[in-house]
């Protein structure tokens, strides 16, 4: 492993964890503060993605404003998505079981993959040339350019996101009912309007992830897998801490680029080459981190008395 | 409890506990059991519904015994099917034994490895169990891969009893159909006896299970090594019956049609998971054999008629679980109550 690789594995790393990040900072909001894993966050990426990718190719204006009217009705697609979801599947089910919800979301994961399957098929999809392609050069180490936006894009959301948090009414409302529902609630604080409010950030935050994952790679069928990445990371930062994901996004993407890289090219175990190890290295995390703390890097310790 | 039907005295406990506790009861299993004998007599072709729903249901059981009874939410059932189904090529083609050896050992050994996985239980659980499961589900699908050989790659030889070849629909269900209903009436005896209010006192509440002397290594170990058992046994049966196995028969998508088995059919329901398997696979075939119907009737709707499947599943899941969250088996019980008191509304 040379320095060489390493380096260059972790500003790959950096630019893809921080569209994980992203991705991961919705999982983890919608968990913080209505405690539902949302196993449907993978096909909110993936509505994102091929919702924009459509949108972009069907408006007949000049590239870049169709662009950019594409990602505006996208995220006003995914607000209205977080809505409806809120509003039709997750109130009547408000106080079912853990289970109950968890198999919700992914069902309601199945609808969104079949219908955005079903409306645009299964291939890759590109976005038209929005971006220049082509990489960038620091010294010898090579980043595709495409990269660099998706990172600068990222950070400055995940900052716009911290900055709402904390400063504007309705962030202060969510945080509050993230920390104590019943004290926010009993001071004014909505929760009705704050869990809608979760699931249209949740979903925003997802397809604009799938949107910087779409200028990248192009978008398939797959990409809800990206989903379960952001699990992971969110896993290892401790699920219900908003810095923690944004972190874990970060190291995931690092892990992946270089640990996982690394043991995909050279390592054989048994006399099998570990080839595709690097789709699995979030997953080996998982595991791990589980195993030996179970509540993550800042995950709040959950103590249980009779 | 519903109502009793009038002149039914219990005299002892053991009438009391027992499975099927009135007449009624007994005379409508053996009709049932009867049915099923005779059903490749009415079902002709269309027996291999019968038999997926059997190989199914078993792994379903399991299931429902790990998460409806002892409450472990797991998400990486068909990796354990997958054990199962590799272990028993494995031994009928390497190491050249007759089937039921095989399929004891693939019962046996997915015991062991459930009794493993089962290990982190003690220290983490709800979510974070269901996640620890799905990534053991993605793993070993990774390992299937890389060391099977991959995609619909590996064929298992015919199941053979004695020197019989077991070849056609007809033959491998009566070979299935025992295992089956002995499969559903050991879990169903297990749930009634103290393993079973064990289980479900884990599930409640852990903590005050062990306060109470339920020993948690003991009883969640066991309530994985036993789903994990049945879903071996099902994957080693699946094996011999479709003799082609591959990674894309045991993906995460199967692990989510197993809960959607288990809640459909009722989470802590002895027929539960056989209601639930039957009912997922009808509709998996029903919606295959509808499609391409619905394609000649409406052209425009062909290329989205693929992943309809999918829409239905999930919406009907949805509906299932908003409308009526105990499941088929409650709406059975609904409805026995209602033709109980009849004409009556209480």
Known sequence: MTLHFVLE??????????????????????????????????????????????????????VWMAFALAVAGTLAAAAALGFV??????????GQSLLSVIIVT?????????????????????????????????????????????????????????LFFRYSLVGIAMRAAANEQLTASTLGVSLKRVFAYAWAFAAIAASFGGILLGLWLGVNFALDYVGLKALAAVILGGLDSIPGAILGGFLIGMLENILGAYIDANVTAFGVSLHGFKEITPFVVILLVLLIKPYGLFGTEHIERL | MSVRPAGDFKTSYAQDMALLDTALYRIGFALLLGALLAAPLVLGRYLFLLNTIGIFALGAVG??????????????????????????????????????????????????????????????????????????????????????????????????????????????????????????????????????????????????????????????????ALGASYAGVAGSLFAHYNRVIGAEHFTILQSIDFIAMIVIGGLASVWGPHLGAGFVILLNQGLRYVTPSLVTLLPTFARAATPLREIVFGALLIGLLIWEPGGLAMLFRKLKRYLDLWPFPH
């Not at chain 1, 979801?85 to 408000?94: A, T």
């Not at chain 2, 199941?159 to 025992?178: K, V």
């Open chain 1, 106 to 162: 992914l069902a309601l994961g199945y609808i969104i993959r079949g219908l955005m399957v079903g409306l645009w098929g299964g291939d890759t999809r590109q976005f038209p040339p929005v971006v220049p392609t082509g990489v960038v050069r620091f010294g010898d180490l090579i980043v595709p350019r495409v990269g660099i936006y998706s990172a600068a894009v990222a950070l400055a959301l995940l900052v716009g996101f911290s």
């Open chain 2, 63 to 224: 299931l429902s015994l790990l998460t409806g009874f002892a409450g472990q939410i797991s998400l990486g059932h068909s990796a354990f099917m997958a054990i199962g189904a590799y272990a028993s090529w494995y031994v009928t083609t390497r190491l050249g034994l007759p089937f039921l050896a095989a399929l004891a050992f693939a019962g046996a050994a997915t015991f062991a490895i459930g009794a493993l996985v089962g290990l982190p239980s003690l220290r983490i659980k709800g979510l974070y169990l269901a996640i620890a499961t799905m990534a053991f589900q993605f793993i070993t699908e990774y390992v299937i891969i890389h060391t099977a050989g991959g995609m619909g790659g590996t064929v298992v030889p015919a199941a053979s009893l004695f020197g019989f070849q077991i070849r056609t629909e007809t033959q491998f269900y009566y070979l299935l159909l025992p295992i089956w209903v002995a499969g559903g009436v050991f879990a169903a005896n297990l749930v009634r006896g103290r393993v079973g209010l064990a289980l479900m006192a884990v599930r409640d509440r852990d903590y005050a299970a062990q306060v109470l002397g339920v020993n948690l290594l003991q009883y969640k170990t066991l309530a994985f």
């Open chain 1, 85 to 94: 979801v809120e509003r039709g599947i997750m109130r009547p089910l408000y």
């Open chain 1, 9 to 62: 594995g972790a500003l790959v790393g950096v630019a893809v964890g921080s569209i994980y990040a992203l991705i991961a900072l919705g999982f983890a909001l919608l968990y913080k503060s209505t405690k539902i894993l949302n196993l449907a966050h993978g096909e909110m990426v993936l509505f994102g993605g091929y919702l924009a990718i459509a949108l972009t190719r069907s408006l007949d204006l000049p």
